[in-house]
């Protein structure tokens, strides 16, 4: 399996790199570094509307992320597909395009649509400059998705300050990943009311 999805990498990265248009090199270098001015304007926007609680924990969480990804690259090893001396599994700019997608959901609602286009153009973008694997952008979107739902649905129901006094405990990721699991599989009580409704 390993193996069949390491030919599909080198199958996608090499197709992608035979019809690599030099000429638009310089505008997915763009698109690439927009994911940090995309940060710079999150955090401005929490502290303009003066968002403390939600600020504190999407700074504190990029730099959770970054560490957390730059750990895995060097578990890991893998070397980027243009053979440079820099890691490439799993992508940081995939994490953080996906993970801000998802955190700000709810806020920027309106500008879901590009937003989304515009993390699967920065992903794309890592793979137009030989930078990444298809399996890199894949498993550093996922990651980033992961996370900001976790910190979205689990962390930011909490209070800042009872979190920092250690009255609260921080949920576990296994609770959040059973709580989902439940949720796609439906509750004992929703399967019981499904049946009781085909029974009528």
Known sequence: MISEALRIDHLLINLVQNYRISQLDILFQIISFSVFIAYFLGISYLVKNKELKRGTVFFVAIGAVVIIVMAMKIAIGRWRP??????????????????????????????NIPLVIWAGLVAFSR???????????????????????????????????????NKQKLPSFRNYFSEKSQQAAGTPSQKNNKIRKKKK
């Not at 053979?83 to 500008?111: G, N």
């Not at 498993?139 to 992961?146: D, E, K, P, Q, V």
């Open 82 to 111: 243009d053979m440079s001396e820099a890691l490439s599994f799993p992508s940081l700019h995939a994490t953080l395009a996906f993970f801000f997608i998802v955190y700000f959901w709810t806020t920027l609602k309106k500008y």
């Open 127 to 165: 793979m137009w400059l030989d930078l990444h694997y298809f399996s890199d952008i894949v498993a550093g979107a996922a990651f980033g998705i992961i996370i900001a739902d976790y910190l979205k649905i689990r962390v930011l129901n909490y209070r800042l300050r009872s979190l920092i006094n």
